[in-house]
């Protein structure tokens, strides 16, 4: 009599297991990515050279020809912009890796790449002129809040990138979004100065929200306004519920 096997019921682990080892997933990925970048320096060296040239650019070629209504010197008026530019995958399927932690833990480095290269950003424009307004802990709450929306769009880009075939088409799809996003925004020139027709996109669109929030608490003054920072976080919020089932989603629909 030939005995049959009988196949092994492994019962579900406790919600609480699964989420530490989700975090423990996520944390190391985000280590192995940030580890990538001191075996590859030039690539934080690059992505920190190009907010520098903006800055510089928009700064002594844009800057004297760029009115600012209320007085405020256009150095002032750029830097949260720039800010927010500046903050616009491996296969582990065979790991038995939560499918959330790749993506996740890539978005974390890149997270804290971008708080390093905030850093630095503030020590340029202080160099050419910026000077917080309302204090330290205002300036770092707006910080927070242009990280927490690179983060959030990240997630975006992560979809886009699994959707690609290459890294040259993920670049070349990612482009029509930033582009509009980015410089018909608020983030380099005031809103008073485009076309009345775009200016309804431009007020209401996220890169233009979050430029607002903070530069409301960066720069303060004649831009301070709470309903700014508030209108940023919702539109964060916002983002994050949409793109990160979408990024999760393109993931695991990898082969």
């Given at each position: 009599m030939t005995a049959i096997a009988l196949p092994t019921v492994t019962a579900p682990a406790p919600s609480g297991h699964r989420l530490r080892w989700t975090l423990a997933d996520i944390t190391t990925v985000t280590w192995r990515n940030l580890l990538a970048y001191t075996r590859i320096p030039e690539a934080l060296f690059f992505s920190t050279l190009q907010p520098i040239m903006f800055?510089?650019?928009?700064?002594?070629?844009?800057?004297?020809a760029i009115p600012i209504p209320g007085g405020v010197p256009y150095v002032d008026y750029m830097m949260p912009?720039?800010?927010v530019?500046?903050?616009l995958i491996e296969r582990f399927r065979a790991?038995?890796?939560?499918?959330?932690?790749?993506?996740?833990g890539r978005t974390s480095a890149d997270l804290v790449r971008n708080v390093f290269v905030v850093i630095?950003?503030?020590?340029?424009?202080?160099?050419?002129?910026?000077r917080i307004g309302d204090?330290?802990?205002?300036y770092i709450l707006g910080a927070l809040i242009l990280l927490a929306f690179a983060y959030s769009m990240s997630w975006g880009?992560?979809?886009?990138?699994l959707a690609a075939p290459n890294s040259e088409t993920a670049q070349v799809m990612a482009f029509p979004i930033l582009m509009p996003l980015t410089f018909a925004s608020t983030a380099f020139v005031p809103i008073q100065s485009m076309p009345g027709w775009l200016q309804g996109f431009v007020r209401h669109q996220p890169v233009s929200v979050v430029v607002d929030g903070a530069r409301s608490l960066m720069v303060g003054g004649f831009y301070h306004?709470?309903?700014s920072v508030w209108y940023a976080l919702l539109w964060i919020a916002g983002l994050l519920l949409a793109l990160v089932p979408i990024g999760i989603w393109r993931y695991r629909k990898i082969k």
């Amino acid at each position: 009599m030939t005995a049959i096997a009988l196949p092994t019921v492994t019962a579900p682990a406790p919600s609480g297991h699964r989420l530490r080892w989700t975090l423990a997933d996520i944390t190391t990925v985000t280590w192995r990515n940030l580890l990538a970048y001191t075996r590859i320096p030039e690539a934080l060296f690059f992505s920190t050279l190009q907010p520098i040239m903006f800055v510089l650019l928009f700064r002594y070629v844009f800057g004297g020809a760029i009115p600012i209504p209320g007085g405020v010197p256009y150095v002032d008026y750029m830097m949260p912009g720039i800010f927010v530019q500046t903050g616009l995958i491996e296969r582990f399927r065979a790991l038995p890796m939560a499918r959330s932690a790749v993506l996740a833990g890539r978005t974390s480095a890149d997270l804290v790449r971008n708080v390093f290269v905030v850093i630095i950003m503030t020590g340029v424009a202080y160099a050419v002129g910026f000077r917080i307004g309302d204090g330290g802990p205002a300036y770092i709450l707006g910080a927070l809040i242009l990280l927490a929306f690179a983060y959030s769009m990240s997630w975006g880009f992560a979809a886009i990138g699994l959707a690609a075939p290459n890294s040259e088409t993920a670049q070349v799809m990612a482009f029509p979004i930033l582009m509009p996003l980015t410089f018909a925004s608020t983030a380099f020139v005031p809103i008073q100065s485009m076309p009345g027709w775009l200016q309804g996109f431009v007020r209401h669109q996220p890169v233009s929200v979050v430029v607002d929030g903070a530069r409301s608490l960066m720069v303060g003054g004649f831009y301070h306004s709470s309903s700014s920072v508030w209108y940023a976080l919702l539109w964060i919020a916002g983002l994050l519920l949409a793109l990160v089932p979408i990024g999760i989603w393109r993931y695991r629909k990898i082969k």
